[in-house]
């Protein structure tokens, strides 16, 4: 078999492994194995450039010397380097006896691994070059034109086949990002599907909602905070909707709801292999809200090293992914909400200082429901048209007494625990009228809105108690405790705690 006919033998043969393989290892030993026989090497590699370093790294690499000086996780300057020529000039480069002369920077680590030549190809997609291919012997010498126009050949096959494998991965990059942000929009369709929660005609809500849009055209962080149900993501969501940042996303993170590790997987990426089970690159939640709102709610249970790496972003405006090598820039206004006092949080250790005053740039505090009992009416007769037409339900009004028996009501879980009343009330209703059970409510307090401290303690372990033992005291998921009682599962158990609330002790029979 002559020379040539060998050559395009291995050509065709490189195309056709480019085509079938799909595993990049064994793709890449198919290839080398290839080129090895049309033209003997010793070190073989594809490196593709990185703009963020102006440099190259190594996308593959393969040897068969005994001493290893080049590394594969070395980053090539562009500048100085045979690649970066090769990458500024389109086309290739050839040092044909690198211990006599050594032209560029990497030169010298070549020498020290025992190579004699070497031959770099660009990896060119029409005008665009990716890369670099790089083929070293250990013998000198220059290679003849059949050899270099084989490698040409090789080098461009390579080049389209990287360009695909980039083409696919960013589609399936996008299409990942996408069923993520669907994702997290059917969760901000359940939270903003009763936006008309943010109603009330008190003045103490009227100034909340006015300081509120004065915030919402700036970039300043804004820190809602309030008791649990008192409607603190509904005006994150106000803010973005009044903000020039609109049409962009919103983007929520409830801090609370996962573990110390995952939380920074959630906000700001991983790359595949950071972790146990981390199989593909995953875009963090400050990426997806690139150009508009990040809501990080219940901040005040971020883990304290979750928050020195979210000082950081506030501070560069720059992302590092759980395993990256370079940070990603982000523009992203950020909004957080907490029913935790940080400031005493920071005393006590549990929140850093420094972040707590780069959130505190402007406060909002939303007051809870019984501060404001004139809005009651309003909300009430709110949730009762939405639940009238989701229960199919004939009620059109509110009963005086029940009206009266809802305004009285201390509302520990604040308005999300009115609009849960609303909807059993509803469930068990077939008038036209609603009448809300008594028993619903446990008791009536009396109307004075300074009922002492103690009592209102007393009044809110009697509710939590019956809530818990109807449900046998199953805390979280639908029709639990939390979701009853119009909290957060997180805060029923502090609450619990902080009553001292204990499940009662199953007798054996006998």
């Given amino acids: ?32 194995e290839q080129i090895h026989q049309v033209i003997p090497w010793a070190r073989a590699s594809v490196t593709l450039y990185d703009r963020t370093v102006d440099g190259f790294r190594f996308y593959i690499a393969a040897t068969t010397i005994p001493k290893v000086v080049l590394q594969n996780d070395t980053i090539i300057p ?109 969760e901000e369709l359940k939270l903003t599907k009763h936006f008309g929660t943010m109603v009330g005609e008190s003045q103490i809500f009227q100034h909340v909602l006015e300081i509120a849009q004065e915030a919402a055209p700036a970039t300043t962080t804004v820190l809602i905070t309030g008791e649990t149900g008192t409607g603190k993501e509904l005006l994150a969501q106000a803010i973005h909707d009044w903000s020039p940042r609109r049409e962009k996303p919103f983007i929520r993170v409830n801090c609370a709801a996962f573990s110390p590790g995952l939380v920074e997987s959630e906000l700001f990426g991983h790359e595949r292999g950071a972790f146990t089970g981390a199989d593909a690159r995953r875009e963090g939640r400050f990426e997806l809200a690139h150009g508009g709102t990040l809501l990080l709610d219940e901040i005040g249970e971020m883990p304290l090293e979750t928050q020195a790496k979210l000082l950081r972003v506030l501070q560069d405006g720059m ?144 509710h939590i108690l019956q809530t818990l033992a109807s449900t046998h005291w199953r805390i979280e998921g639908s029709g639990g405790a939390a979701e009853q009682l119009g909290l957060a599962p997180s805060s029923l158990r502090s609450r619990i705690k902080r009553l001292g609330l204990q499940r009662p002790v199953k007798t054996k029979s006998r």
């Avoid at 060998?6 to 043969?13: D, E, G, H, I, K």
């Avoid at 480069?93 to 025992?114: A, I």
């Avoid at 080049?159 to 980039?166: E, L, N």
């Fill in 319 to 462: 992302v590092d992914r759980i395993g990256g090598k370079h940070p990603i820039p982000v523009d992203v206004r950020l909004l957080a909400s907490t029913n935790v006092d940080l400031s005493v949080a920071v005393e006590q250790g549990r929140f850093r200082a420094d972040l707590f005053y780069r959130l505190h740039v402007f406060p909002i505090t939303i007051p809870p429901l019984r501060s404001r009992p004139e809005d009651i009416p309003g909300l009430a007769q709110h949730f009762l048209g939405h639940y009238r037409t989701k229960l199919r339900r004939p009620c059109e009004a509110i009963s005086s007494e029940s009206m009266e028996r809802l305004i009285r009501y201390p509302w520990p879980g604040n308005v999300r625990e009115l609009e849960n009343l609303i909807e059993r009330a509803m469930i068990l209703s077939h008038e036209s009228t609603l009448d809300i059970d008594e028993r619903l409510l446990m008791s009536t307090p009396t109307a004075s809105s300074e009922k002492p401290a103690s009592g209102l303690m007393d009044f809110e372990r009697q």
């Fill in 78 to 186: 562009r500048v100085g380097s045979g690649m970066g020529w090769v990458y500024d000039h389109k086309t290739m480069h050839v040092r044909p006896d690198l211990k006599q002369e050594q032209v560029f920077l990497e030169d010298r680590w070549y020498v020290e691994e025992g190579l004699g030549r070497m031959i770099n190809l660009p990896l060119l997609v029409q005008d665009t070059c990716l890369g670099v291919f790089n083929v070293g012997s250990v013998d000198a010498g220059s290679p003849g034109q059949d050899d270099l126009e084989f490698l040409t050949q090789v080098a461009m096959q390579i080049a389209y086949a990287i360009d695909h494998v980039r083409a696919y991965e960013e589609i399936k990059r996008l299409h990942g990002k996408l069923a993520r942000e669907n994702m997290y929009l059917a």
């Fill in 1 to 32: 078999m002559s020379r040539i006919e060998t050559s395009y033998r291995a050509l065709l043969n490189v195309a056709i492994v480019l085509n079938s393989q799909r595993d990049t290892n064994s793709l890449w030993h198919a290839i080398t």
